[in-house]
């Protein structure tokens, strides 16, 4: 067995006051991991807040060895763990819709949204730092934001590059699709979480933003999925900050890669007729 505790923040990050909402996230860090996390999940962009704005983002945007990454640092450090979270990063002149993750050295994984979603065009740069897995002492984890797991190759990649956990920053809006929640509070992009963690045989954790902040509703309906496809956390609720953990077995993940009957979602795939290709690397 190879228990870990994961933790979701869903959290709501109002824009005006980038120094409250660093607090905030480093307040629901400290609580998740004094509550049993080892890794700590939080929104996308909950740092400064999320807009698709440039002109606003700018001012407040930080390099990631500013000061909302040292606070992540500080608080990993304190409690042995690893803090993963979006932030609006700036490089030179230009902005990216980032997630890193964070222990007591500092960063241990960077990446840059690949697939930015409506007027984060306008905003954003495309990432370009690829499909980072990062080996820790809590599983080897990957990272990814929010509409990238519209694109199945992403949660692919990851699990078949080694992915234990995906770590999954998201800011959950409407419009995508019509519905906001089913009837057991699953947003439309949960539902997919939930099925592509089965599908890819890895642990997804999501950590969405929630509530509504000018013309920006959040769904919230974070959620964490294990190799099967069931729900460990969530939905949490859709109009409600609300803070969970829970322990996992990462040995689920070997262990629903066989089905049973000769059922083997992995070595069952055809990559004789198929591939998947990451990096000129065949998967």
């Known amino acids: 067995m190879r228990p870990v505790g994961i933790g979701l923040a869903q959290i709501g990050s109002p824009p005006g006051d980038a120094d409250a909402n660093r607090a905030a996230t480093t307040a629901a860090a400290k609580q998740l991991f004094d509550d049993g996390a080892d890794v700590v999940v939080l929104p996308e ?3 400064p807040w999320y807009s698709a704005d440039f002109d606003t983002l700018a001012p407040v945007a930080e390099p990631v060895n500013g000061p909302t990454v040292e606070a992540w640092r500080e608080r990993a450090a304190h409690a042995g763990g690893v803090v993963v979270g979006g932030l609006c990063e700036r490089s030179g002149d230009v902005l990216y819709n980032t997630a890193v993750a964070v222990d007591r050295t500092g960063i241990i994984g960077h990446y840059r949204k690949l697939h930015l979603f409506a007027g984060e065009n306008n905003c954003f740069a495309p990432g370009d730092l690829g499909l980072p897995i990062v080996a820790t002492e809590f599983g080897v984890l990957g990272l990814c934001i929010c509409y990238d797991l519209r694109f199945v190759e992403v949660v692919r990649v990851l699990a078949l590059s ?23 509070g699953l947003c439309p992009q949960a539902h997919g979480a939930v099925l592509q963690a089965n599908l890819s045989q890895v642990f997804l954790a999501c950590a969405s933003q929630v509530g509504v902040f000018g013309r920006y509703e959040f769904l919230g309906s974070s959620i ?12 949490l609720p859709g109009q409600t900050e609300r803070q969970a953990v829970i322990t996992v077995d990462l040995d689920d993940v070997v262990r629903s890669q066989d089905r049973g009957s000769q059922i083997r979602p992995r070595l069952d795939r055809r990559t004789d007729v198929y591939t998947v290709s990451y990096k000129g690397r065949q998967l």
Not at 163 to 174: D, S
């Open 45 to 47: 962009l909950c740092m």
């Open 162 to 184: 080694g992915a234990e956990i995906i770590c999954v920053p998201t800011a959950w809006l409407p419009g995508f699709d019509a519905t906001r929640w089913d009837t057991d």
């Open 224 to 235: 964490i999925v294990d190799p099967f496809g069931q729900r460990c956390i969530g939905p």
